[in-house]
């Protein structure tokens, strides 16, 4: 368990880089039920003028958010979590796609004991989501 | 085509209730890559003091789907899926779904806006248990892009 008073704005409390296969995208979108085949076709992809195969936005949600879960040992400390689609993640058929993301305390609610931690999520350096905001509950 | 100004303020009938699963959720964790094991591990969920496994932050995303299918189905929406980008999205929980949860969700469409030729359409769909209890919202923003591009 994470100890709230030790907490300091600014903080960086986890770091992760996650290796994204089409694999990936073809389990998450069985997973979901997002079958959009923008997410696992470039034919399709190309015809709507992507640039190529993308990971689903949610899915790169879904990873960003498991630093975070991890360092403060219970998921269901969670209990906010929000984020902003600014760019997509493209994965190559052949070498994938590389997500880095940091999580970095934001904001500390003395209150309520809930800490904001704040994720930067990279792709080819740069961010991939704005926004990215978990707030957990230490109390 | 636009999308409807009308929708804001629009609330859709309860979703069929969705019995959440623990293969489900195992199965959600590893495709989020999850590796903690309160997710897959049902004696460490126990041991944390929760009835069964967890899910993922994001997994309100599978249940709150039915929903967003209702949006895209309204013959008066104006919606066209492919014109549709996820623009934000967000969830905001009461307490932590659970395998052995029976969750129903009723989406409210919250906002329709006008934004540089796009239409942003924010629907909240709020998720209950089987006695009714809130347990999440899940809040989507989807960006409905205009003609011209």
Redesign the interface.
């Known amino acids: 368990m994470v100890d709230y008073s030790s907490l300091t704005k600014g903080d960086v409390v986890a770091e992760e880089s996650f290796h994204l296969t089409r694999d990936n995208l073809v389990r998450y979108a069985g997973a979901s039920g997002d079958f959009n085949p923008i997410h696992y076709r470039d034919d399709v992809a190309l015809s709507v003028g992507l640039p190529g195969v993308l990971a689903h936005g949610m899915l790169t949600m879904g990873l960003a958010v498991q630093p975070v879960s991890n360092w403060v040992g219970d998921p269901a400390r969670i209990v906010d979590y929000q984020v902003r689609f600014t760019r997509p993640v493209l994965v190559d058929g052949q070498t994938g796609a590389d997500v880095t993301v940091t999580a970095a305390v934001g904001a500390l609610e003395d209150e309520n004991k809930i800490a904001r931690i704040d994720l930067t999520a990279k792709f080819n350096d740069e961010t991939v989501l704005g926004k990215a905001q978990v707030r957990v509950n230490l109390a | 085509m636009a999308v409807n100004p009308e929708l804001q303020g629009r609330v859709f009938p309860p979703t069929a209730p969705y019995l959440v699963g623990r293969e489900?959720i195992r199965?959600?964790s590893?495709?989020?890559?999850?590796?903690?094991p309160?997710?897959f591990d049902v004696e460490a969920a126990r041991a944390?003091g929760?009835a069964d496994l967890?899910?993922?932050?994001?997994f309100p995303?599978?249940v709150q789907?039915a929903t967003l299918a209702q949006l895209l189905a309204e013959p008066d929406a104006g919606i066209d899926f492919?014109r549709v980008?996820?623009?934000?999205?967000?969830?905001?929980?009461t307490?932590?779904i659970v395998a052995g949860d029976e969750l129903t969700a009723t989406l409210t469409v919250s906002s329709v806006r006008s934004l540089g030729g796009h239409n942003m359409v924010t629907a909240d769909s709020d998720i209950v248990d089987a006695e009714g209890k809130h347990v999440v919202t899940a809040?989507s923003t989807l960006v409905v892009r205009g003609d011209e591009d």
């Open positions: 489900k199965e959600f590893r495709a989020v890559l999850a590796t903690n309160i997710n944390a929760h967890v899910a993922p932050a994001t995303v599978v789907e492919s980008v996820h623009g934000e999205q967000r969830f905001t929980y307490r932590a809040i």
